[in-house]
């Protein structure tokens, strides 16, 4: 493994502008570094009288000055000296923190305690890799990160619950007998629907054909939301950014016109094309 696989945050020190980590579980061999620290806010896991505070940051290791690393430290109030205190720290390999998608998902946990997602989009490419922390135990954990990037990812957190997005196909992130579960969906959720916006649906066949309107009219102020029947995360939707732009499953018209949408397997194959005007 390469020995950047194996750092590990040990502490972080924001008041003097230093991260202290180790190339392996010994104790021992600790070094420090010093941080730049992009920026910070509020957030309560530990459900305490004063929230906990979440920095993100960057280093660089001596040993490969070309690379950055981008951090997330918290930090808690000690009840006892009412200070605050570093609880907890991780790291991510994209250079800027400004790249970190920062999600908050109220009473996740035992519907009590707040989760903190935190994700980015490795390399060039559209891959999300995000992480799932919590108090558990009595203390900041990792409860949960997916065991490969996610195609086109995203996540929508909402209260008591987590939607993970691949391409349009979602899972549905939960708690129960202490730990996070999922459950495939097979159809795509409606996300924040409002009067007015128009629902899409296209139907994955068992020999993985589809079925889809060939033409859908939506009004310039609403939004058009897709959805997909179907268990098959490769399916992506490729549409004319001069028209849209894409948040989730959601098109948000961008201008009036004519233009189309396609749904394309992952073999780069149109399987569907979809007329769309914008009124």
Not at 9 to 38: G, H, M, Q
Not at 102 to 129: K, M
Request: with cysteine.
């Amino acid at each position: 493994m390469h020995p950047i696989e194996k750092l590990v945050v040990r502490y972080c020190d924001i008041k003097n502008r230093k991260i202290y980590i180790s190339f392996s579980k010994n104790a021992y061999e600790i070094y420090w570094l010093p941080i730049n620290i992009d920026s910070s806010f509020y957030y309560n896991l530990t459900r305490q009288d004063k929230e906990d505070i979440i920095y993100l940051g960057k280093f660089r290791l001596h040993s490969a000055e070309l690379v950055q690393f981008s951090f997330m430290s918290i930090y808690s109030i000690n009840p006892a000296t009412q200070e605050y205190n570093n609880i907890f720290n991780d790291f991510y390999f994209t250079s800027d923190p400004s790249n970190l998608k920062i999600y908050n998902a109220n009473y996740f946990i035992d519907s009590t305690y707040n989760a903190l997602i935190v994700g980015f989009f490795e390399g060039s490419g559209n891959f999300f890799e995000y992480k799932i922390y919590g108090y558990k135990d009595s203390t900041i954990k990792t409860l949960y990160e997916p065991a490969a990037p996610i195609q086109n990812g995203s996540i929508y957190a909402t209260d008591y619950q987590i939607y993970e997005f691949e391409n349009l196909f979602t899972t549905l992130l939960y708690w129960e007998n202490n730990l996070i579960k999922s459950i495939p969906l097979r159809k795509t959720p409606l996300i924040d629907f409002e009067e007015g916006d128009v629902a899409l649906e296209y139907k994955i066949n068992e020999d993985y054909t589809l079925q889809a309107p060939s033409k859908v009219i939506v009004p310039f102020s609403a939004k058009l939301q897709i959805i997909q029947n179907g268990l098959d995360p490769s399916i992506q939707i490729i549409y004319d950014d001069r028209y849209f732009s894409q948040n989730l499953n959601q098109l948000i018209p961008k201008k009036k016109g004519s233009t189309k949408i396609a749904l394309e397997s992952e073999f780069g194959e149109i399987q569907k094309q979809i007329s769309v005007i914008i009124k």
